[in-house]
């Protein structure tokens, strides 16, 4: 099953000429997934993978430049005729923030469902769950944990057959926890295997929920506004700091730390080179940039610059 990030706006709060406002897609199989949706998403979208139909946004809380892309977008829904129902989930007051906009989308025809979320909530996809984490920031706000179940471990088949089992439905019901021919699954069979887990912090001064959910993720996605000489302003606006975010990444262990949210301050190496500095695994993803997360028997997580090509060391 992939897996992947794609970054389609990775600017703070005011768009620059190469990053856009707050928003992120999880792709995740067939699942399209997008964290917030500010202002010009849309347009993003369609210069990266295209306008493509999600199956549920995800706002990390309601200052603008998080969601008045959302708006449009859904009206560009009802134009291209959509005709898959959509859920928009965020903290308290989502609900009521977008019903006053239905003076700019109307009442769309596929079914528009908004949710306020409470701290901690699960949203259940079937085989992995997305969890609102209470971030720290000027207004209620949300960070996100997606969680994949834990899979079946690994499946011996020379092991099997060297004990009797014949390849073939033998092998299924080994698979399916049943005993065979006196062969008991876990004597074949390893021991399970965690799904993956990719947190994205939202706006966010350091937090121990995040920090928490975080624990062991394979990606953390953290909000770096600031570096440190503007420690103070990232207090005073309940922000991070490259180096804080990097510091919890390694509390955490995390295997790889993904810094967004980048203030027009930087061009983005100087939010790279602090954190490296306390968590070497670090990038400072561009628009567009993607970054895969196979399992972790397959390797590790990587980013590819715009969508396409490897990105240097």
């Known amino acids: 099953m992939d897996l992947s990030v794609v970054f389609v706006g ?28 500010g202002e010009g998403t849309q347009r993003q979208l369609i ?26 977008m859904i009206k560009s829904f009802e134009l291209r005729d959509r005709d898959r129902p959509l859920t928009v989930y965020g903290p308290k007051g989502t609900e009521e923030a977008m019903r006053a906009m239905r ?19 699960e949203i ?29 471990g690994r499946f011996d088949a020379e092991l099997a057959t060297a004990r009797g089992v014949t390849p073939g439905p033998d092998f299924g019901r080994l698979q399916r926890g049943e005993t065979v021919n006196g062969v008991a699954p876990e004597e074949v069979v390893g021991p399970d295997r965690h799904g993956r887990r990719v947190v994205l912090s939202g706006d966010t001064a350091p937090c121990d929920p995040i920090r928490i959910a975080a624990e062991g993720a394979d990606l953390l996605v953290h909000e770096a506004t600031f570096t440190e000489d503007e420690r103070e302003r990232a207090m005073q606006t309940a922000h991070s700091t490259a180096r804080q975010a990097a510091l919890l990444a390694e509390e955490a262990d ?22 490296r ?15 895969e997360v196979p399992f972790p028997e397959k390797g590790e997580p990587s980013l590819v610059r715009d969508g396409a090509r490897p990105a240097p060391a």
């Open 10 to 37: 990775t600017a703070g709060s005011v768009p620059t000429a190469r990053r856009g406002l707050p928003a992120t897609l999880i792709r995740r199989g067939g699942d399209r997934i997008l964290v917030d949706c």
């Open 47 to 72: 210069r990266s993978v295209g306008l493509t139909d999600l199956d549920v946004v995800f706002l990390t809380h309601l200052h603008v430049d998080h969601w008045l892309g959302l708006p449009g």
């Open 103 to 121: 003076v700019v989308t109307g009442r769309p025809r596929f079914g528009l469902t908004v949710v306020d979320l409470e701290k901690f909530e």
């Open 124 to 152: 259940d996809f079937g085989d992995y769950v997305i969890t609102a984490i209470p971030a720290r920031h000027r207004i209620e706000a949300f960070g996100y944990a997606l969680v994949e179940d834990d899979r079946p």
């Open 254 to 275: 995390v295997r790889m730390l993904a810094l967004t949210h980048v203030s027009t301050r930087y061009g983005g190496r100087e939010i790279k080179d602090e954190a």
């Open 277 to 291: 500095a306390t968590f070497p695994n670090t990038v400072v993803p561009r628009d567009f940039d993607v970054i």
